[in-house]
């Protein structure tokens, strides 16, 4: 099934095939990632515990990370998600936001909302539903992403250009209470697809915050708002060849680690797409 949005660009629904190829690729790749930098960050936090333990000032000895008050921290953190999600949902919350992106998209733009056609995650905590937009990640001590995606389809060779409305929310901790290392990092972005070749035409990220933590101490940042828009991964340009089928997802991702005696490291991140818009130039 195709269904025209304009005159240079079609919106595909993907054969059942080719959704989950697009997904594996997709999974394939962000796991790859995600394991080297597993990996490296353990070496990182290992070698800095490793120097940093001769100078150490014993806090609290032995504390069990399964104590009821870290499990009440844990809790209160998801219950912090939740709150995100649910404040994205009120689509009165940003209404003066969502104005000033629509005066930034003339009518030469396709818009586009939701269903969408895929959705993705990776890692213990997250989700992705098509159907709403929604995705977002809640990781402890891991990593995770969440992705949705959506097919489109060139009649003839063009330019486009790719912007989505995108409301996001994120948190995160690190705390160490005697010694250790904690760092968590996260993001969102816009990747794109040759669906034919697997290739990636683009990949676009945006890093919303990278902290790190050694020794005794915390550091977090609560309740903070951004858009798409806003990020360096705001637009993306990309050459398509008439008749082929592209993919693009909007994603983010989040790593949480720590290393410690004891420590915590939380990430959350909760995000919406209310529409996408595209643009598109013939080349000849």
């Known amino acids: 099934m195709i269904t025209e949005v304009g005159e240079l660009l079609q919106r595909v629904a993907p054969t059942k095939e080719i959704a989950e190829n697009s997904i594996n690729l997709f999974d394939e790749k962000i796991s790859k990632e995600f394991k080297q930098k597993a990996e490296t960050e353990e070496r990182r936090a290992s070698l800095i515990t490793e120097i940093s333990e001769p100078y150490k000032t014993p806090v609290i000895d032995n504390l069990d990370l399964s104590t009821p008050d870290f499990k009440s921290l844990e809790e209160l953190t998801f219950n912090e998600h939740e709150l995100h999600r649910q404040q994205l949902k009120e689509e009165h919350a940003d ?3 969502r104005a000033r992106y629509m005066l930034r998209i003339d009518e030469r733009y396709n818009i586009m909302g939701p269903p969408y056609d895929i959705d993705w995650t990776s890692g213990a905590i997250g989700y992705a539903h098509q159907n709403t937009g929604e995705f977002g990640i809640s990781p402890f001590n891991g990593q995770a992403a969440a992705a949705v995606g959506i ?4 009649i ?3 330019i486009g250009r790719f912007t989505a409305y995108v409301p996001v929310t994120y948190s995160w901790f690190n705390w160490i209470i005697n010694s250790g290392y904690a760092s968590t990092n996260g993001g969102i972005g816009v990747m794109i697809y040759d669906v034919k070749s697997g290739k990636t035409l683009l990949d676009n990220r945006a890093k919303l915050w990278n902290n790190t933590l050694v020794g005794a101490g915390f550091s977090n940042e609560s309740e903070t708002s ?11 340009y990309f050459a398509m060849t008439g008749g082929d089928l592209y993919l693009v997802w909007v994603w983010c991702w989040g790593e949480a680690k720590f290393i410690g005696s004891p420590a915590l490291s939380m990430v959350s991140i909760a995000g919406k797409i209310p529409f996408v818009a595209l643009q598109s130039w013939p080349t000849g």
């Open 226 to 236: 951004t858009y798409l828009s806003s990020t360096s991964a705001a637009e993306s």
């Open 151 to 154: 097919f489109i389809s060139p």
């Open 156 to 158: 003839q060779n063009v």
């Open 95 to 97: 209404v003066e936001e």
